[in-house]
């Protein structure tokens, strides 16, 4: 199936990418070979500048001894040769020897240049000392000191030769410490955890440069059958350690003592040096790479991205958009013409849409004053048939209450009635005064007036408490009173009564619906300045922060669908700015919210 160009070529960048990378891979396989060949040089190098030193140390020891041996009092076997002759051979700068001993035929001690070290020394045998002298040759011991001791050493040892010749009257003994040897291995600078190891003929380490203490008197070799002669071992060799660490090693023959001596660099040390190596060559390859990439896809752009445009712009018109289009380049001279008569279409067929929207917009706006209008006279007359209604009604009522209650009055001037009756009489009275003032209310909310009169605050609370009670009372909504404002304001009366219903409801809808000692309403008044003051308190939940900026706009409402037009705020904001006032919300101390009003007394 045809691919998009695109497609392609990333496809073939990225087998060229792999190409790239497999040879890169290989060349630094091939360096790190190299370079581990590198490394097997470089330990040959050092096997033999320590073979060298080691050499010079035992033929150095070596030409003492047997000097020694020469001296009358040590073929004598004094004990005054301690002095003479034993103790000037322990010590010294770079001198490996510690402890010499002087031993007659049978082996036995005769003198020590310094006390013996028990743990080492003391393993050292008078058979091996006996079997020195009557060999008549240099010899060396095997290890002296366990594999977990803290102190090694082996006894280099030489025959003395009496006054008669060919006859060896004893023994003398070099004892090297190799604690001393190990000090100048980790002398020698190498790479890390590189070592440096001296094993003899049954490879048993002697010294280590590192963790002697955990492998000098073990064997490296883990299997008896494994143990070679030093000399039948090769130059060079990779292989893991006592320690698990693959290394290079480098191996070479003492030629004073049949040990030999191994230098092994890690492996390791070959990653590190073939690692720039390795990402110079990633990074050139990748460079590459995406150069080559860069430049196919900026060539393959300058048309792919003309092309795409050009359909985006036809299905954006087909879809209904004619927004206008920018200018753009597309590097080729036939795809910005066509381009170009893509935009002047564009540019006709929306002056002639924008005609269009105009004329059924402006018919539209013409539809809808027209409904507005019509909304707003039938509501006026609504309003205006409920406030006759109203007021013929509270005209009715107010006769047969007024009877009721004059004819209460007459019954109880009568003496001899019973406190029962007369109880009935007083509530029968203050129920129809309370009906009276009711009905006095709505005749005066039914009245159209806008004349401003001075008016009390506490006035309008009660008015507004004989309208409402009731319905509170029957929602089990608790409602405080603090009346503390005397001021007089000049306002329309039935206007204020309408602001303070509009927050009582308010507030009724906000603790309706909570636990029953949550539901309560506080009414507050009271005088500043020169304003009186008004505040409706809920203890219902408030009002979300979000919503606070959109509280007297008109229309917006936070209750369901049904239980509010969103004008309420609206117009009591109205009502309360055009008497010079202002009124607001805010957050009380037990979270519910507080709507208020302030106007300018009198």
């Known amino acids: 199936m045809t691919q998009p160009l695109r497609t392609q070529i990333l496809v073939v960048t990225a087998v060229l990418a792999v190409v790239v990378l497999s040879a890169t891979f290989?060349?630094?396989?091939?360096?790190?070979?190299?370079?581990?060949?590198?490394?097997?040089?470089?330990t040959?190098?050092?096997?033999?500048?320590?073979?060298?030193?080691?050499?010079?140390?035992?033929?150095?020891?070596?030409?003492?001894?047997?000097?020694?041996?020469?001296?009358?009092?040590?073929?004598?076997?004094r004990p005054t040769a301690i002095e003479e002759v034993l103790q000037p051979l322990v010590g010294g700068s770079g001198n490996v020897v510690r402890n010499v001993v002087l031993a007659d035929a049978g082996g036995t001690p005769v003198a020590w240049a310094r006390p013996?070290?028990?743990?080492?020394?003391?393993?050292?045998?008078?058979?091996?000392?006996?079997?020195?002298?009557a060999s008549g040759r240099q010899a060396t011991s095997s290890l002296l000191g366990g594999a977990d001791a803290n102190l090694h050493a082996i006894v280099l040892g030489y025959p003395i030769e009496g006054s008669t010749p060919g006859q060896?009257?004893?023994t003398l003994g070099l004892v090297i410490h190799l604690e001393a040897l190990e000090t100048v291995l980790r002398s020698i600078p190498l790479p890390a955890e590189s070592v440096v190891t001296i094993t003899d003929d049954r490879s048993i380490v002697l010294a280590r440069s590192l963790d002697a203490?955990?492998?000098?008197?073990?064997?490296?070799?883990?299997?008896?059958?494994?143990?070679?002669?030093?000399?039948?071992?090769?130059?060079?060799?990779?292989?893991?350690?006592?320690?698990?660490?693959?290394?290079?090693?480098?191996?070479?023959?003492?030629?004073?003592?049949?040990?030999?001596?191994?230098?092994?660099?890690?492996?390791?040390?070959?990653?590190?040096?073939?690692?720039?190596?390795?990402?110079?060559?990633?990074?050139?390859?990748?460079?590459?790479?995406?150069?080559?990439?860069?430049?196919?896809?900026?060539?393959?752009?300058?048309?792919?991205?003309?092309?795409?445009?050009?359909?985006?712009?036809?299905?954006?018109?087909?879809?209904?958009?004619?927004?206008?289009?920018a200018q753009q380049d597309f590097g080729a001279l036939e795809l910005n013409q066509l381009h170009d008569s893509l935009g002047g279409m564009i540019n006709s067929l929306r002056a002639a849409q924008e005609a269009v929207d105009a004329q059924v917009a402006e018919e539209r706006r013409i539809r809808t004053e027209k409904e507005s209008l019509q909304q707003?006279?039938?509501?006026?007359?609504?309003?205006?048939?409920?406030?006759?209604?109203?007021?013929?009604?509270?005209?009715?009522?107010?006769?047969?209450?007024?009877?009721?209650?004059?004819?209460?009055?007459?019954?109880?001037?009568?003496?001899?009635?019973?406190?029962?009756?007369?109880?009935?009489?007083?509530?029968?009275?203050?129920?129809?005064?309370?009906?009276?003032?009711?009905?006095?209310?709505?005749?005066?909310?039914?009245?159209?007036?806008?004349?401003?009169?001075?008016?009390?605050?506490?006035?309008?609370?009660?008015?507004?408490?004989?309208?409402r009670q009731r319905k509170i009372e029957t929602q089990g909504i608790r409602i405080d009173l603090e009346d503390q404002s005397d001021a007089i304001v000049s306002a329309v009366f039935t206007e204020l009564q309408q602001v303070v219903l509009n927050f009582v409801i308010n507030a009724e809808q906000a603790v309706r619906d909570l636990d029953p000692s949550r539901r309560r309403i506080l009414i507050r008044t009271s005088d500043g300045r020169n304003t009186?003051?008004?505040?409706?308190?809920?203890?219902?939940?408030g009002v979300p922060p979000d919503d606070e900026g959109k509280l007297f706009q008109p229309f917006f409402t936070t209750k369901p669908v049904g239980e509010g037009t969103g004008l309420g705020l609206s117009v009591s904001y109205g009502i309360i700015t055009s008497h010079g006032g202002e009124t607001g919300y805010h957050l009380s101390r037990h979270g519910g919210a507080i709507f208020y009003f302030e106007l300018p007394t009198t």
């Open 168 to 170: 060896m009257v004893g």
């Open 44 to 77: 040959l190098a050092l096997t033999a500048m320590v073979t060298a030193y080691v050499d010079r140390n035992l033929s150095a020891a070596d030409a003492v001894a047997w000097t020694a041996t020469r001296h009358p009092a040590v073929r004598a076997l």
């Open 213 to 325: 203490r955990l492998y000098v008197g073990r064997s490296v070799e883990t299997d008896p059958a494994d143990v070679r002669d030093p000399r039948a071992v090769p130059p060079s060799a990779t292989r893991a350690g006592m320690d698990g660490v693959e290394r290079v090693y480098g191996n070479a023959v003492l030629t004073g003592a049949p040990w030999l001596v191994s230098v092994g660099i890690p492996t390791a040390a070959a990653d590190l040096r073939t690692a720039p190596i390795y990402v110079r060559n990633v990074a050139i390859a990748a460079g590459t790479l995406v150069i080559i990439l860069s430049l196919l896809l900026y060539f393959s752009r300058r048309w792919i991205v003309g092309v795409r445009e050009v359909r985006r712009v036809s299905e954006r018109v087909a879809a209904g958009d004619l927004s206008p289009l």
């Open 532 to 541: 009186a003051r008004l505040e409706v308190e809920d203890h219902g939940d």
């Open 26 to 42: 290989y060349a630094a396989r091939v360096t790190y070979r190299e370079e581990v060949a590198h490394l097997g040089d470089e």
């Open 116 to 133: 013996p070290v028990t743990s080492v020394e003391g393993e050292l045998s008078s058979a091996w000392l006996a079997s020195v002298a």
């Open 376 to 467: 707003q006279l039938i509501r006026q007359e609504r309003l205006a048939a409920i406030g006759v209604l109203v007021s013929g009604v509270a005209h009715e009522l107010n006769n047969p209450l007024q009877a009721i209650l004059g004819f209460a009055e007459l019954l109880t001037m009568h003496e001899e009635l019973p406190e029962g009756v007369r109880r009935d009489l007083s509530l029968i009275q203050r129920e129809s005064t309370r009906a009276s003032a009711i009905i006095r209310n709505l005749q005066r909310f039914g009245r159209q007036t806008s004349e401003p009169s001075p008016v009390r605050l506490s006035d309008v609370v009660a008015s507004v408490m004989e309208l």
